[in-house]
């Protein structure tokens, strides 16, 4: 089957794409849960479990969704890899994850990546920056110039890591391929550090300005989708939903005639115990 749906007006395929900062499945809706829900950082309660089903029937209406801070299976996740468990409850075929940090069993957190079709490689790779434990994934399909590459990544809360980070990013993806980069950026489209990153991979920022943080009272545009100039964008939008403190965004891109993406089989999973 597949969900890549045809558009009548061009022949071109759009995928829906959404990228989400799940919290490790813990929804907060006020900025003193921080202090006063902190154990449930450390911690499984039964709302974690009731929040990913939720999160799961959500994102079941999209073809490519991105994960950052998703648990691989520590002690606060009950032991459940959070990537699996919504690939696994929203009908999405493949799935990987990159566990990027770990504080010893107790909680792990990462990138994560749910699709409908399969790629053809995954690469992970481990972004710079004084403090370790952040990552990006490289989820390949086709090959050669008309392949499309799509890159999970979170970024550094400072902006030196930031925009070393960004730099570093320049030299390993290809611009000369179809490209989406989304996640969480930590600062907006048109900081010096992505609008520099934009110009030298060719991208545009169709979500510049949608504001996703606090989810509660939304004032800081922090999450982004870019792609490639080559690649029609539209429908860009955040969804006000109470599963996380970030709100997810999401775009549709139409994909050029001649790229098709084969359907995943189920089900597939690529899986990479990290680093610390």
């Not at 558009?7 to 989400?20: G, I, K, V």
């Not at 900062?21 to 006063?36: D, F, L, M, P």
């Not at 010096?192 to 991208?203: E, G």
Request: net charge neutral; charged share 20%; proline share 6%.
């Amino acid at each position: 089957m597949w969900l890549v749906r045809p558009n009548e007006q061009s022949n071109a395929h759009t995928l829906r794409l959404l990228t989400f900062n799940i919290q490790a499945g813990t929804s907060t809706a006020r900025y003193r849960h921080y202090v006063t829900h902190s154990w449930r950082q450390v911690l499984p309660h039964s709302q974690r479990v009731e929040n990913l089903d939720a999160i799961s029937d959500f994102v079941s209406g999209f073809d490519m969704v991105a994960l950052q801070e998703a648990d691989s299976g520590s002690l606060r996740s009950g032991f459940i890899n959070q990537s699996k468990y919504l690939a696994t409850h929203a009908g999405m075929p493949f799935w990987c994850h990159q566990s990027n940090r770990k504080v010893g069993t107790v909680a792990y957190a990462g990138n994560g990546f749910l699709s409908r079709f399969e790629p053809d490689s995954v690469e992970e790779h481990r972004l710079p920056g004084v403090i370790p434990g952040r990552g990006t994934l490289l989820v390949r399909f086709g090959h050669g110039h008309g392949g499309l590459d799509v890159a999970v990544v979170h970024l550094a809360l400072g902006k030196r890591a930031r925009t070393q980070q960004l730099r570093f990013l320049a030299r390993e993806l290809d611009s000369a391929r179809h490209l989406v980069v989304m996640g969480e950026f930590n600062t907006a489209a048109d900081s010096p550090p992505v609008a520099d990153f934009c110009r030298t991979m060719a991208l545009r920022a169709p979500t510049a300005g949608l504001a996703t943080y606090p989810a509660w009272q939304p004032q800081r545009a922090i999450d982004h989708i870019l792609v490639s100039e080559s690649l029609k964008a539209s429908a860009a939008v955040v969804h006000d939903v109470p599963f996380s403190d970030h709100l997810p965004v999401a775009l549709e891109i139409e994909l050029p005639r001649g790229l098709e993406l084969p359907t995943a089989r189920p089900v597939i999973t690529v899986e990479n115990s990290g680093w610390v």
